[in-house]
């Protein structure tokens, strides 16, 4: 079992940034990717950014140099620090953490999702 918490969201103006954070808690593996995703309303969920325990790195085109994925294994949180942030960027951001197994497959898990509004 493992839950997620997120937080950091809110409402901000064109040009503006936002730090989101997520802690995970409970059976968590050593070995796991930790992400955000997005969904805006009447839009599907889309991958933002993702990072696995290496550190290895992989974000969606329209943030990529905006955006910046981290972690702290010891404290097994992931941040997303949004900088230059757009009104297109208005969504409903979820963490995730995903692990996999080479007997079952993959688990994942979602967080409650944080609503970042970017208007003037």
């Known amino acids: 079992q493992v839950q997620l918490v997120e937080s950091g969201g809110g409402l901000v103006q064109p040009g503006g940034s936002l730090r989101l954070s997520c802690a995970a808690s409970?059976?968590?593996?050593?070995?796991?990717?930790m992400g955000w995703y997005r969904q805006a309303p009447g839009k599907q969920r889309d991958l933002v950014a993702t990072i696995k325990d290496s550190g290895n790195t992989n974000y969606a085109d329209s943030v990529k140099g905006r955006f910046t994925i981290s972690r702290d294994n010891a404290k097994n949180t992931v941040y997303l620090q949004m900088n230059s942030l757009k009104p297109e960027d208005t969504a409903v951001y979820y963490c995730?953490?995903?692990?996999?197994?080479?007997?079952?497959?993959?688990?994942?898990?979602w967080g409650q999702g944080t609503q970042v509004t970017v208007s003037s």
């Open positions: 995730n953490y995903r692990v996999r197994f080479i007997a079952t497959g993959t688990q994942g898990y």
């Open positions: 409970g059976s968590i593996f050593s070995l796991n990717t």
